[in-house]
């Protein structure tokens, strides 16, 4: 008769446990790079399909005058796209910053000036996706907003890391300018501690 010690007993159910956690752990990873890539496969599509309704918007608009509707002012809604050439960063603007809206592209921070209009333009965006290259930008970098009514040139006038509560960052002011924010650090795992701020003045 063969008899299990104690210790050989305990040894196999910690080899019964190490596989069934290296089992969890693998199918937890592939459910996880799974909604990440739909997710980006989805904001995708749909950075696509903003950027044929601007188009659209821009050819019935004209170049004249920024028309807003009702539905502009909606969550969501497609204002219009922001271009940094020198970092290669295009995306469509969205109204909002809704966590849902910030998934697909991003967003106008509600109380600032609205693209094409005077004042100050607040833009925010994920650093871990749309707002990525942020990192590389540089002073004096070119901003293009592209809106039904036209292209509005900035140029970027200053970079500073501040507080989350920051408000005073997006505040109106009596010139023309766009302020675009992310957070901070750009390779920090979980809810950054600092915001990366842009700012630029209509040229």
């Excluded at 539905?71 to 204002?79: D, M, T």
């Excluded at 990192?135 to 501040?162: C, F, M, P």
């Amino acid at each position: 008769m063969i008899h299990i010690t104690e210790r050989e007993a305990f040894s196999k159910r910690a080899e019964r446990f190490i596989r069934w956690a290296q089992r969890f752990f693998v199918l937890s990873a592939m459910v996880a790079l799974t909604y990440v890539a739909i997710t980006l496969i989805q904001a995708k599509l749909f950075q696509n399909a903003a950027s044929r309704a601007l188009e659209e918007q821009i050819h019935v608009g004209g170049q004249d005058t920024f028309v807003k509707t009702a539905s502009a002012f909606k969550e969501g809604a497609v204002l219009g796209r922001i271009e940094i050439p020198r970092i290669a960063l295009s995306v469509v603007v969205l109204q909002g910053t809704s966590a849902q809206t910030l998934r697909l592209g991003v967003g106008h921070i509600e109380g600032t000036a609205l693209p094409g209009e005077p004042g100050n333009i607040g833009i925010a965006g994920h650093r871990d996706t749309f707002f990525r290259s942020l990192k590389n930008v540089h002073r004096d970098d070119k901003i293009l907003l592209q809106t039904a009514s036209g292209i509005a040139r900035y140029e970027v006038d200053w970079i500073q890391i501040t507080a989350p509560d920051d408000g005073g960052i997006v505040a109106s002011t009596r010139e023309s300018s766009l302020t675009l924010v992310t957070c901070y650090p750009f390779h920090y795992i979980g809810g950054a501690p600092e915001r990366f701020v842009v700012h630029a003045h209509r040229q």
